[in-house]
Structures are given as structure tokens and as C-alpha cells.
């Protein structure tokens, strides 16, 4: 069967002929090289785009008998009454299965304690750790399928998802096959990864807990095939960057890539030892200076940005995005989904992005979708895109502009989800 997206709007295909590629640079504001103008239609057939053409040679050739019929034996058409449409969002660091409740953190935060010395207080990371520990797998299952609904509400159509709040073998082996459930559950695409080092547990030695990741959790979580990344908390008071570099070079011995949370409060080196070890991305990044993100973009390791977390902890928004994109320096954005920042809405990322530091929408468009699908699938599933031949993952937005994606704050910004060239989330908002 096939179907027909017929009367579009703007059209952000965001293709460009090396899609497995990220874009970054002026080729970012270029436009009339990433979005089609309206009057085109879409093709979908087996989960693939097939064809996009104008739309009256694709209803001449597939759907003659339109719109006498709207659906024959084969083909059926429907018309998007002239609404954009974009590529499925990519949401490329989230931690989606906890449990408890730090709701009490910000009044914490307001009477001036930082996040390390929330932390010292029993709070943050621990604080989520303990309750989630107690937790049955059961229960963190139907509350991550309950989050999976609401990012698909928002367009998202993959996610990847950390592990990191059990931080003994058992619980994150627990959090892992939640995750697992989670995916066969829901309509999108959910990647795992194991961030064992997310802190250290109280009832281990920082060194011996290290020694624990690597000789008894990697190699069970390596075995049951778990995870497709490791992560580590590479931050001051957290991992050092000598830790993180033996946690990661174990985990290539195991055939795990890399992800990495470097340089959220301070530069510590972070970036550039991802760029060393040959991280697909790392996350945070917003105090890394530039010869570190010369190295990431010279290493292929794409700089993510997560300006959820700052807006969160009331500190400064100013991430350098603007100056990623004059210097020719690749970047993604994505949510930080977490217990202390429980953002689903990559749109509402997408807001802070372009009201508050002044980004293209159509660069920051990018930033959510093609970039860190480049980080997230091989070369073999062609994702963030809308191109002839790439899998059929896009929103119908409420407009005909596809710079709307991101200009409504509080709301969803689509009409209809399409996974896999299937509808699989239609909201009544408008």
C-alpha cells in the first residue's frame, strides 16, 4: 500500500547528497538547499519515501482517479491542506527510566545551593539512585512508556536513552531491559546506552567502583547486549578524565562506541578527550574551549548542546551555537530528559535555541533531526532526513512554514507523526 502526502507546504528535507554526513557552517542557512517550497507531494511505500515530486505529476502517475476517490485498491492520498512537513525529531541524550521525585531542588537551588552541593545534601543523582534502586521493573516500564508518549506527542520519533540510576549491576541491568521493554511498547525507535558512571555509589570506593564498571558490569552488559554506547559523568567532582578514558577504552574491547557528558560546569579537557577516544558526540560541552571543539569536529565527534539543563538550573543560556555555525563547527541539541529536567519537547528545546540565542530555525531544525541521526544509525538507516529512498519518519506541522517547528513554547508544534510510514500520533491542538 501505498500513500500519498498530497498538497504540502514547505517541505524540510534537509538532504543534501552526503546524508550520513552532519551538516554544519553556512551550509546550515542555506535554505533553498534544504527545504522544498510548497506544492510538493510525498510517497511513502514499505516505511520508505519513494518518490517526491510536485504533486500533480505524482497524483497523475500514482492516482489518476483523484480526488473522484481518495483511496484505490493500491494508493491512498491525503491531502496535508498545505502544512509543512519535517523530518521526525531525533532526541539524541535523554535519561527516560527513574523513579521519586526531586521536585524540592529547586526551592534548594533558589536559596543558592549549586548542583554539587545539592548532591553533598543527599539530593540529585543519589537521590534518584535510591529510589529507583527500589523499584520494580514492571513499574519503571509503564512509567517510561508514559514519557515515550509524550516526546511522540512532540514529534519525536527516535530517542536514545541512558541507563545511570541504579549504578550496581543488578539495577543497571534493570534499568537496561526497561528500556528494551520500553522500545517493543511503543511506536519509535529507542537506543540504549549504559551510563554505569554516572556517580559513585556510597557503598564502594571511587576506585573500586571503577574497577567494578569495568570487570563486572561492561562485561555482563556486553554479554546480554544491552547497549549500543557507554557514557560517563567526566566532570569536576564526578569521573576525572583519566577514569573516563579507562571506562571507554574497556568498552572498545567490548565493541561499544562512546557518548560522553564533558564540560557542563567547567572546562575540564572533557571534549577533547571524547575527540580523542573517538566519541560519536559529546554532550553538554558549554564550557569547552575552542581547541576542543576544533578537535571534536576535526574527530568526527559532533558537539551536543543541552540547553534544557541551564534553563533548568537557572544559570546562563549562552551557548556558543551561534559560533559553532561561523565556525564550521558540527552540533546537535537535544532535551536532557531527567529527573531534574523533565523536558519531552525537543520543539520547546528548539525555542530556547532560536528566541533566546538568535539560531536559524532551519539550522536548529537540523540540530534535532539530520546531525544527531548522523550520531544515533548507520549509514545503512538513513534517518533526520526527507529524501527518496530514507525511512519514512516526518511531522505535519501546524503551519506552512517549516520554521514553526520551533515557534510555539508551551504547545506541540505538529499536526501528525508518521513513523515509519505510519501515522502514529495525530494531535488536536489548533
Not at 523513579?99 to 543519589?126: C, F, H, P, V, W
Not at 559529546?282 to 540547553?307: I, K
Request: glycine residues 8%; contains cysteine; hydrophobic residues 35%.
Amino acid at each position: 500500500m501505498r500513500t500519498i502526502l498530497h498538497n504540502c507546504g514547505e517541505i524540510a528535507h534537509l538532504s543534501t547528497g552526503d546524508d550520513e554526513d552532519p551538516l554544519s557552517g553556512e551550509r546550515l542557512l542555506d535554505r533553498e538547499s534544504l527545504v522544498h517550497p510548497a506544492g510538493m507531494a510525498i510517497m511513502i511505500s514499505g516505511g520508505f519515501v519513494e518518490k517526491i515530486a510536485p504533486s500533480e505529476e505524482v497524483l497523475s502517475e500514482f492516482a489518476p482517479w483523484y480526488p473522484t476517490n481518495s483511496a484505490s485498491k493500491d494508493v491512498e492520498v491525503i491531502d496535508i491542506g498545505e502544512m509543512s512537513v519535517v523530518p521526525g525529531f531525533v532526541d539524541s541524550h535523554t535519561h527516560l527510566p527513574w523513579s521519586g521525585d526531586r521536585t524540592n531542588e529547586l526551592a534548594m537551588r533558589l536559596r543558592g545551593k549549586t548542583y554539587r552541593e545539592i548532591a553533598q545534601s543527599g539530593g540529585g543523582i543519589m537521590k534518584t539512585v535510591r529510589n529507583t534502586r527500589s523499584t520494580p521493573k514492571r513499574n519503571l516500564v509503564g512509567s517510561g512508556i508514559s514519557r515515550v508518549q509524550e516526546f511522540i506527542r512532540n514529534g519525536t520519533t527516535t530517542l536514545e536513552a541512558k541507563s545511570g540510576y541504579g549504578l550496581d549491576l543488578d539495577s543497571e541491568v534493570k534499568l537496561l531491559e526497561s528500556i528494551s521493554e520500553i522500545n517493543r511498547s511503543t511506536d519509535i525507535d529507542i537506543r540504549a546506552t549504559w551510563l554505569g558512571a554516572h556517580d559513585f555509589p556510597p557503598e564502594m570506593g571511587r576506585e573500586d567502583y571503577v574497577e567494578h564498571l569495568i570487570s563486572d558490569q561492561l562485561p555482563v552488559i556486553s554479554e546480554l547486549s544491552l547497549a549500543k554506547w557507554v557514557d560517563v559523568f567526566c566532570e569536576q567532582g564526578w569521573f576525572t578524565n583519566e577514569q573516563t578514558e579507562d571506562i571507554v577504552k574497556a568498552s572498545k574491547n567490548y565493541g561499544m562506541k562512546s557518548r560522553l557528558h564533558v564540560d557542563e560546569f567547567v572546562d575540564t579537557g572533557g571534549l577533547a578527550l571524547a575527540a580523542e577516544l573517538g566519541s560519536v558526540s559529546a554532550d553538554h560541552v558549554a564550557c569547552s574551549n575552542d581547541d576542543s571543539r576544533v578537535s571534536a569536529a576535526e574527530s568526527g565527534t559532533v558537539q551536543t548542546f543541552l540547553p534544557g539543563t541551564p534553563y533548568i538550573l537557572g544559570t546562563s543560556l549562552e551557548l556558543p551555537i551561534k559560533r559553532c555555525i561561523s565556525e564550521d563547527w558540527p552540533f546537535s541539541i537535544a532535551t536532557d530528559f531527567n529527573p531534574n529536567c523533565p523536558i519531552t519537547s525537543l520543539p520547546l528545546i528548539g525555542s530556547f535555541v532560536t528566541h533566546r540565542l538568535g539560531v536559524d530555525p532551519i539550522a536548529s531544525l537540523v540540530a534535532v533531526t539530520r546531525n544527531p541521526a548522523t550520531t544515533m544509525f548507520d549509514e545503512e538507516e538513513p534517518r533526520g532526513i526527507i529524501s527518496e529512498g530514507s525511512i519514512a519518519d516526518m511531522n505535519v506541522l501546524w503551519s506552512s512554514s517549516a520554521d514553526s517547528w520551533c515557534q510555539t513554547p508551551g504547545s506541540s508544534p505538529v499536526k501528525v507523526t508518521i513513523k515509519n510510514g505510519i501515522i502514529v500520533n495525530s494531535n488536536k491542538t489548533y
